[in-house]
């Protein structure tokens, strides 16, 4: 599971209530693996612009795989069908031995 720092859940009441200064879990939609060939087919497909780097960004050579901003996807799923190499999972379906890449997904972005 991803932490993002300074995430607090709604308050729907209005009480006063004090939260845990550590880091609360919260979502992430999907994660992209090692397998990624860097095609950009996602990125072309993605209609919120959250794979990152692209061959024009820095960063593109040096990573071996994309990633995807926890905070900017919208869920849609647009990205998982035009993946030939299969390399995008939702945080659920991810292998147990894949759970790195949630983490490297969410660090790239400072999440």
């Known amino acids: 599971m991803v932490l ?3 995430f607090r859940p709604a308050n729907p009441l209005g009480l006063e209530l004090h939260w845990p200064t550590e880091e609360i879990p919260t979502y992430m939609a999907y994660v992209i693996t090692d ?7 996602c990125v072309e497909a993605c209609p919120v612009d959250c ?11 040096e990573l071996k ?3 995807i ?3 900017a996807c919208i869920d849609c ?4 069908p035009v993946c030939p190499t299969n390399s995008i999972y939702t945080l659920d379906e991810l ?3 894949l759970q790195a890449f949630a983490a ?8």
């Open 69 to 71: 901003d926890p905070e």
């Open 77 to 80: 799923g647009a990205c998982v």
């Open 104 to 111: 490297a997904n969410a660090a790239y972005f400072g999440k």
């Open 65 to 67: 795989h994309l990633m």
């Open 35 to 41: 397998t990624c060939t860097k095609d950009e087919l």
């Open 95 to 97: 292998p147990a031995e």
């Open 4 to 6: 993002l720092r300074g």
């Open 51 to 61: 794979i990152h780097p692209k061959k024009d960004e820095a960063g593109f050579e």
